[in-house]
């Protein structure tokens, strides 16, 4: 097989069913329907300039097409040093995730700490997350309180948007007993250093101790459309992978907020495996019996409480 023939056949896996490949061609290259059919039947060959604009249209990786299985082609999210950024970085994965909208998908998240999802839309806990983040990323000397900090609109716009596509794919999510950690350990952190008041302080553990009540109620209630699953022994690592009938994607952190993004069929599959292998390891918060999920968000809800209580007593004691 030919390396023309082996790139097309690569476009051809990412196409739908439905769609010409002689069509996607001529779209891409903006080039005759004559002329694409002369380079699908390689009775013409691509250009150089031709082959690098398929490739990162469909995001393929041309080591990987042309011999080497080993090199993968990544995107990367948008690099955070500036409120600007922040509304851009929202604004570029709800990109990266507007086509799995309405579409059956699934995701699987790895989540190291409370997904994204949850920590974005209407609540103070939101508020603060976007804060936190500012401030961590951009590096500033001087921070400024919490209470002083405003959201745009514009990012208010992305952030509900990211959350109401989350809300429409069927969800599989792993947790451990540290999920929580660095939520909490930030509000305490904050507050410990002047810039957070107690009573947002305490506002801010009730928000976390409200996502776990919904989410023990979904599980209670064995939502179809939710799965929380508990593994004692996984270090997790915040990887995401969604996927439907005919696309997938991988995002990979390397930052606190930054992702490599790829869909390269291989790679994704892999990853597709390694999260049900998980899952198989996993206890399934859904199905166990009322006391397997009680212990779990009891343990969780008891590290809030321990915090809520390092804060009331902050104040209080004798130096």
Same mark, same amino acid.
């Given at each position: 097989?030919?390396?023309?023939?082996?790139?097309?056949? #690569?476009?051809?896996?990412?196409?739908?069913?439905?769609?010409?490949?002689?069509? #996607?061609?001529?779209?891409?290259?903006?080039?005759?329907?004559?002329?694409?059919?002369?380079?699908?039947?390689?009775?013409?060959?691509?250009?150089?300039?031709?082959?690098?604009?398929?490739?990162?249209?469909?995001?393929?990786?041309?080591?990987?097409?042309?011999?080497?299985?080993? &090199?993968?082609?990544?995107?990367?999210?948008?690099?955070?040093?500036?409120?600007?950024?922040?509304? +851009?970085?929202?604004?570029?994965?709800?990109?990266?995730?507007?086509?799995?909208?309405?579409?059956?998908?699934?995701?699987?998240?790895?989540?190291?700490?409370?997904?994204?999802?949850?920590?974005?839309?209407?609540? +103070?806990?939101?508020?603060?997350?976007?804060?936190?983040?500012?401030?961590?990323?951009?590096?500033?000397?001087?921070?400024?309180?919490?209470?002083?900090?405003?959201?745009?609109?514009? +990012?208010?716009?992305?952030?509900?948007?990211?959350?109401?596509?989350? &809300?429409?794919?069927?969800?599989?999510?792993?947790?451990?007993?540290?999920?929580?950690?660095?939520?909490?350990?930030?509000?305490?952190?904050?507050?410990?250093?002047?810039?957070?008041?107690?009573?947002?302080?305490?506002?801010?553990?009730?928000?976390?101790?409200?996502?776990?009540?919904?989410?023990?109620?979904?599980?209670?209630?064995?939502?179809?459309?939710?799965?929380?699953?508990?593994?004692?022994?996984?270090?997790?690592? &915040?990887?995401?992978?969604?996927?439907?009938?005919?696309?997938?994607?991988?995002?990979i952190p390397y930052t606190m907020l930054g992702y490599f993004i790829t869909n390269d069929l291989n790679t994704t599959k892999n990853a597709s495996t390694y999260f049900l292998d998980q899952l198989k390891n996993s206890k399934s918060l859904n199905l166990s019996g009322t006391r397997d999920r009680k212990l779990f968000f009891n343990k969780?809800?008891?590290?809030?409480?321990?915090?809520?209580?390092?804060?009331?007593?902050?104040?209080?004691?004798?130096?």
């Amino acid at each position: 097989m030919t390396n023309q023939e082996l790139l097309l056949r #690569a476009i051809k896996k990412l196409l739908p069913k439905e769609t010409s490949l002689i069509d #996607a061609i001529a779209t891409v290259l903006d080039i005759s329907y004559d002329a694409s059919h002369r380079r699908v039947s390689s009775k013409s060959k691509f250009s150089i300039e031709e082959v690098v604009s398929l490739c990162n249209h469909y995001q393929i990786a041309m080591d990987t097409v042309f011999g080497n299985k080993t &090199n993968v082609l990544f995107n990367k999210t948008k690099e955070v040093e500036s409120l600007e950024d922040l509304i +851009l970085y929202f604004k570029d994965s709800f990109e990266n995730l507007k086509e799995f909208k309405n579409s059956d998908a699934t995701i699987y998240y790895s989540a190291k700490d409370i997904p994204l999802f949850y920590t974005i839309g209407g609540t +103070l806990l939101s508020k603060f997350k976007l804060y936190v983040w500012l401030n961590l990323l951009v590096g500033k000397e001087n921070i400024s309180a919490f209470e002083s900090f405003h959201l745009t609109q514009q +990012l208010q716009e992305y952030t509900s948007e990211l959350q109401s596509i989350y &809300n429409d794919l069927s969800i599989h999510e792993i947790w451990n007993d540290t999920t929580i950690n660095s939520t909490i350990q930030q509000i305490f952190y904050f507050f410990e250093s002047g810039l957070l008041t107690i009573e947002n302080a305490i506002y801010l553990y009730q928000d976390v101790k409200n996502i776990l009540i919904k989410l023990e109620e979904k599980c209670s209630k064995n939502k179809p459309n939710y799965h929380l699953y508990f593994n004692e022994l996984l270090i997790l690592n &915040n990887n995401v992978l969604i996927s439907n009938a005919k696309k997938s994607k991988l995002f990979i952190p390397y930052t606190m907020l930054g992702y490599f993004i790829t869909n390269d069929l291989n790679t994704t599959k892999n990853a597709s495996t390694y999260f049900l292998d998980q899952l198989k390891n996993s206890k399934s918060l859904n199905l166990s019996g009322t006391r397997d999920r009680k212990l779990f968000f009891n343990k969780a809800n008891q590290k809030v409480d321990y915090y809520i209580n390092r804060v009331n007593n902050h104040f209080s004691i004798d130096f």
